[in-house]
């Protein structure tokens, strides 16, 4: 079965138009989520993508990221993909839960969370489709991955924002 997006607008709004994956025109935007989880230690969990996945197989990535199905809100997409990739619950409605930036790439808004949690990975449940194993890193361990091509070909600068952003969090928003 196809996997149905809605279709947002340049200004967010969402139409009421509904397009099956890979099949946005021109002026036609969906939104993305990805959630970033870090531990005590500053570092980030990531996670390697299955070897038969379409796109980026192999490729480590950030904790975790998808797209919201026909209906969702980012907080409901991020709670569905955070259990169905790595089986960690998290109630970001409940929690009144924002994302802590919004990327504006091409032809989609990517919200992204964070989540700071000591989550031990013995614990996880990793979706035999999509994750082939999770690790925690640095910011200089992810960096040098993209640097050698065996991380998704993020911006380094979105990376370390990231991760900035946590430590600002953390000294000033307490």
């Known amino acids: 079965m196809a996997e149905l997006w809605d279709v947002y607008d340049m200004n967010r709004q969402k139409t009421t138009k ?5 099949t ?3 002026g036609e935007y969906f ?11 500053g570092e980030m969990l990531i996670q ?13 990535d950030i904790s975790v990221g998808g797209c919201a199905i026909c209906g969702e809100t980012s907080q409901q997409a991020a709670m ?8 960690y ?6 929690e009144n839960k924002r994302p802590f930036f919004t990327l504006n790439i091409q032809n989609a808004f990517y919200d992204f ?5 000591d989550i031990k990975l013995d614990n996880l449940i990793l979706s ?17 991955l993209i640097d050698h091509d065996l991380f998704l070909p993020y911006n380094k600068g979105l990376i370390e924002m990231c991760f900035d952003m946590v430590i600002y969090d953390y000294q000033f928003c307490k």
């Open 89 to 94: 619950v998290k109630d970001f409605v409940t």
């Open 128 to 144: 035999s489709d999509e994750v082939k194993e999770v690790k925690w890193a640095t910011k200089e361990e992810i960096l040098n």
């Open 113 to 117: 969370y964070k989540i700071q949690d």
């Open 80 to 87: 569905r993909e955070l259990y169905e990739e790595i089986g």
């Open 48 to 60: 390697q993508r299955q070897l038969h996945k379409k796109s980026w197989a192999g490729l480590w």
């Open 18 to 22: 509904v397009k099956e994956r890979g």
């Open 24 to 26: 946005l025109s021109t």
């Open 31 to 41: 939104l993305g989520v990805e959630i970033c989880i870090f531990n005590s230690k």
